[in-house]
């Protein structure tokens, strides 16, 4: 009998296509998706060197960071976005590549539109110009960010030259309570990994909490692998995610379907796999999570307070811990839940899904927006964004006084017009609370969709199950 | 790519954790079509005030470093964004070698696709070449590829350990796709192969 593997061996091993005398190791690309900010000094190398897109049906493009969640009829008006989202049209036209256009319905953020499309499959090999790629893992796809040169090496040959990664099982057993959300998990495993901790692996999430969790929740949870630091996060297919993909537009039909199927029922973890690190988690014990800090890592239940630096007793963390209370301009010991805040963002790839409005809108139904709060909710996609206006979302939470926007990365990194003003403190869905990420001088609290509509709704941070 | 052999130079000192690549290349600089011209702004909000001047403490703007070619970091280097922004704007202002206890996965490789060589050390050998740069102008560090050597300025000699195929293309300035296309024939091979028992990918 062989060797028991992991899904990740799995799914690396069926990709080599060649491994030298070093290691290094020649993996095939099945699908590549492409974005405005990544790709044009790609394209460009491409262009240099007389090359072609070799597989242009295997590559899907769309413009993202850069788009207005406003009226798009009036077009981009910063000068270098329009550039930017103009030379993937040109770049797109040239090559081959199908380009879901800023007009078309199907366009939103790169991450949301794969999986939608049925572009991500299982056991599928998934690369992008961009660091959240990790998210379509969660259909048990073996799912990475790359550079640029490597955007480049992809278009060209279809291939990457990689070094293989170490095997890391996550295990959230039990069951979440009420008010608690795959954010929550997610922040919960940072806080327990660290942003470094992930570093050279790749990570099984399993689990009966993880099993429970739907697609989006397990996109959630992947989205936000990098974040520790880790190259991927996969989930092994299951019915949640044959139920998800079924007639998808890009998705395998009739005959070919139970042939995928089939196929795809094989990927998982065998019994007696060994990973290289095991970490398990009580779901049970995850609460409702927010960040204090300018790292993801910086992260702790709503109910507790901001840690002191004094107490650290490593050096660099503690420099890093004053710094970071300085920025975000907390002192130690302050509760959590209390602190005020002026903004509020609802969206993103690792937030901006149906289900993340319905939780949200479930939260704010009948409610108001606090004084002086301005908040914002930007679907991840057009197809989102129509799904909830059927269901009535948008009127939820414009009533609530929330700005209903069109799909975007909008504030998540703030490329376009959306942004935080200095000293602006902002409860947000996004991934990451880097210095100057929203914004320049902006100060962000990572949450999950249901807190941060709570948020809007008082004020101020708050634990969602307390508010009444 | 240019190659990467021996180089001698100042060293910087930036003795903080976590450094990501937003801090490095902030997103308003990413609108740009092209590699170069990014060397300005790195660590653009580190290094300039809210009206674009210089703060004078931060340490590329001190005098001595202005013309750092060696960088010395803390633990995790690199995390966050995928951008190549970030050693493009690194390279641009003149650094070609990063020395750090760890660095985040999709940065490390960038770092070998633009001609910068990352060196991971053990924190104590990453401290006493961080107070070895605390010196300033007078104390330059040779980064010795071939031998895979860092001697600081006092003589003392650190080794340190690199993917042989990485120092290989450093070395040589070989492009990857080139070499990856010399593989065409196995490319085929396996697309065929695939096809056949993944006719749905
Ligand atoms: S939503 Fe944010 S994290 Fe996701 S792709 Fe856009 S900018 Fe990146």
């Not at chain 1, 993801?296 to 109910?303: C, L, T």
């Not at chain 1, 509509?453 to 307390?466: E, W």
């Not at chain 2, 903080?16 to 079509?33: A, E, G, R, S, Y």
């Not at chain 2, 990453?126 to 590829?145: F, H, N, Q």
Request: aromatic share 6%; glycine share 10%; proline share 5%.
């Amino acid at each position: 009998m062989s060797k028991p593997r992991t899904l990740f061996d799995k799914i690396w091993q069926s990709h080599l296509v060649d491994v030298q005398d070093d290691g290094t190791c020649l993996i095939y690309i099945d699908r590549h998706l492409v974005h405005e900010v990544t790709s044009p000094q790609a394209f460009e190398g491409l262009r240099a060197a007389g090359r072609k897109v070799r597989c242009p049906e295997r590559t899907l493009a769309v413009a993202d960071h850069n788009v207005p969640t406003t009226d798009r009829s009036l077009g981009i008006a910063d000068e270098e976005s329009r550039i930017q989202v103009q030379t993937l049209d040109d770049n797109c036209a040239e090559f081959g590549v199908e380009y879901l256009r800023m007009d078309d319905v199907r366009q939103g953020v790169v991450h949301i539109v794969g999986p939608e499309q049925g572009f991500t499959l299982p056991g599928a090999t998934i690369v992008c110009g961009d660091s959240h790629t990790s998210t379509h893992g969660a259909f048990g796809a073996l799912a990475f960010g790359i550079g640029t040169s490597e955007v480049e090496h992809v278009l060209a040959t279809q291939t990457l030259l990689q070094s293989p990664a170490r095997n890391m099982r996550v295990t959230v057993n039990g069951t979440l309570s009420a008010g608690v959300s795959a954010k929550d998990v997610a922040l919960a495993i940072i806080g327990r990994l660290g942003t470094a901790g992930g570093t050279g692996y790749v990570i099984e999430y399993a689990g009966p909490v993880i099993r429970a969790l739907s697609m989006e929740g397990r996109m959630t949870v992947c989205n936000m692998t990098i974040e520790a630091g880790a190259r991927a996060g996969m989930i092994a297919p299951d019915g949640t995610t044959f139920a998800y993909l079924r007639g998808r537009p890009r998705t395998p039909k009739g005959a070919a379907w139970e042939l995928a199927q089939a196929n795809w029922r094989m990927l998982s973890t065998d019994e007696g796999a060994v990973f290289d690190r095991e970490i398990v988690l009580d779901g049970a014990e995850i609460e409702p999570q927010v960040t204090w800090g300018t790292s993801p890592e910086d992260v702790a239940p709503i109910g507790s307070h901001v840690p002191d630096p004094a107490k650290e007793p490593d050096e660099g963390k503690r420099r890093a811990m004053e710094r970071a209370l300085d920025y975000m301009g907390l002192a130690p010991g302050t509760p959590l839940a209390g602190i005020a805040i002026d903004r509020v963002f609802i969206g993103s790839c690792t937030n901006g899904r149906i289900e993340d409005l319905r939780a949200a809108a479930a939260v704010v139904q009948g409610r108001k927006v606090a004084e002086g709060v301005n908040a914002l909710v930007v679907p991840g996609s057009g197809l989102v964004k129509e799904q909830a206006e059927s269901e009535g979302l948008d009127a939820i939470f414009l009533e609530a006084g929330f700005e209903w926007r069109e799909p975007g990365c909008s504030m998540c990194l703030a490329m376009n017009a959306d942004r935080l003003e200095p000293g602006e403190r902002c409860a947000s869905t996004s991934n990451r609370n880097f210095e100057g990420r929203q914004g320049r001088g902006g100060r962000t609290h990572l949450v999950s969709p249901e807190m941060a509509a709570a948020a809007a709704i008082a004020g101020r941070l708050v634990d969602v199950r307390k508010l009444v | 790519m240019q190659t990467f052999t021996t180089l001698t130079g100042i060293a910087a000192p930036l003795p903080m954790i976590n450094v990501d690549t937003d801090m490095i290349i902030p997103k308003q600089f990413l609108k740009t079509i092209k590699r170069t011209g990014l060397g300005r702004n790195l660590f653009d909000e580190m290094r300039y005030d809210a009206n674009g001047v210089e703060k004078p403490d931060f340490v590329l703007n001190r005098p001595a470093y202005r013309g750092a070619q060696v960088l010395i970091a803390g633990a995790n280097f690199g995390c966050g964004s995928s951008r190549e922004h970030a050693p493009w704007a690194i390279l641009d202002f003149g650094i070609r070698c990063i020395i750090a206890p760890g660095f985040a996965d999709i940065f490390y490789n960038n770092c070998f696709k633009n001609g910068i060589l990352p060196v991971k050390l053990p924190q104590e050998q990453v401290d006493r070449l961080m107070a070895a740069a605390e010196r300033g102008a007078g104390a330059t560090v040779t980064v010795d590829l071939e031998h895979q050597e860092i001697r600081g300025p006092d003589g003392e000699r650190v080794s340190f350990d690199v993917d042989p195929f990485r120092k290989r293309c450093l070395m040589e300035g070989l492009d990857d796709i080139g070499l990856t296309l010399r593989k065409d024939a196995a490319i085929r091979a396996f697309e065929q192969r695939h096809a056949h028992e993944h006719p749905w990918l």
